[in-house]
């Protein structure tokens, strides 16, 4: 990979001379005048070394230095000054340069420096994309919370855990099915051999045979190798189907086949395959509903139907939601550095009265936005970040409408949210018109659906003064 560097000095003689020298050892260089130019290009492309002069109109070289490490604190920067005294060369040190030369410059002594700075950077980057994979494969193999939701679906996951019958984990997205079925693996006699996991909807149908049993070099056109299938890769372990209802009504029968007869064959080879496998299900979808649609073989379902787990979406288990918080918000620090975002009481108290669709992934993602955002700091009620995107004010009011003209009824401003009070009326405000539009104001529907009875749904739509936006328009 090419590494790109950035000259900082302000006597274009010498920019010249040392971009000339970069580029004939095939460096990509970025070349600026001042300290105050090397900031704004450094916002807008990133380089992997930076040579900065230290005596300069303006801002100074170590001024540069330090909004340099407040942007990219592993970004190495090597100092160059022709008047520096003994004194320069320590503070630039104890600033956190990678080194300092003196001027006249000895070009061979920089571009060592150079490659080892680059070098350094690139180790230090490898360590941490490691290190966050390895945050990121912890936080996946957990369910956290303390809730009685949770709770059953653990006790669950520990009795069914040890049989090697198949399991369906149902739930809508988001809610953690995948990490409930590693955690099965992981509790069973299996947890040696091999977890695979298959999204189904991510195969195209034409080459799902394949995925599944593997091929032999030749069986079609383009199979220029032999290839093991998900089922061979699995073998002694668990088989993971994600979105088990886009397997084709044919894969199904193929599958349903293996599981009976625990033996597999490779496209291009009739000779059979022991296949020893544990298969966990999982669906976002009403599976009574895809029977009923026939995308569903009856006999596929009672085989996988043995023991099911449901998960429950994020609403249903809000008392989680304070240390969900806390865990990925840690876990966003340790990825992406820096302090943890923390948030007030009356912040969770409010987040609550969010719906929350995406469940626990659209909650991971919300925190990494505040943490990119806002790292570090204690988020509060009037400069908090709304978790639903289509919206940019900072406030706690949430409203689900990004185009302009929409009716009032919708948004709330800061100057409205001064108390607690005040925020809780906002997200019920907006709650309860995300979901009346949800079901085009059917009152019935949306009673059911929020769990209110409806003359109480009634009292708050006539205190709040919604109406419909057809009506409210005209």
Known sequence: ?????????????????????????????????????????LRKQPVDCVLLDIWMPGIDGLETLSRIQQMDAHLPVIMMSGHATIDTAVRATRQGAFDFVEKPLSFDRLMILARNAVQKRRVEQENRDLKRQDVIHHSRQELIGDSAAISEVRTLIKRIALSDAPVLVLGEHGTGKAVAARMLHAASKRRDAPFVEVNTASVAAGRMDSELFGHEKGAFSGALHAQRGSFET??????????????????????????????????????????????????????????????????????????????????????????LLETLADEQAKILGGEAVRFDADV???????????????????????????????????????????????????SPYGEAGRSSQYSSDDENVDNFHDAREAFERIYLLQHLDKHDWNISRTSADIGMERSQLHRKIKSFGLVPPEKGAS
């Not at 900082?8 to 300290?35: C, K, M, N, T, W």
Request: some cysteine; overall charge negative; glycine content about 4%.
């Open 348 to 398: 969770i108290e409010a987040l609550k009265l969010y719906p929350w669709p995406g469940n626990v992934r659209e909650l991971r993602n919300y925190i990494e936005r505040c943490h990119i955002l806002m790292p570090g700091e204690q988020m509060t009620l009037s400069r908090m970040l709304p978790p639903d995107q289509s919206t940019t004010q900072t406030t706690s009011a949430y």
């Open 1 to 41: 990979m090419t590494a790109r560097i950035m000259i900082v000095d302000d006597e274009e003689p010498i920019r010249d001379s040392l971009q000339g020298l970069f580029e004939d050892e095939e460096y990509l260089v970025v070349s600026a005048a001042s300290g105050e130019e090397a900031i704004a290009r």
């Open 234 to 323: 699995a073998h002694h372990g668990t088989l993971f189907f994600d979105e088990v209802t886009e397997l084709s009504m044919a894969a199904q029968a193929k599958v349903l086949r293996v599981l009976q007869e625990r033996v597999i064959q490779r496209l291009g080879n009739p000779t059979p395959l022991p296949s020893n496998v544990r298969l966990i299900a999982a669906s976002t979808r009403d599976l009574d509903q895809v029977l009923r649609e026939e995308k569903l073989r009856e006999d596929f379902y009672y085989r996988l139907n043995v023991v099911s787990i449901h998960m429950p979406a994020l609403k249903q288990r809000l008392d989680d939601l304070p240390l």
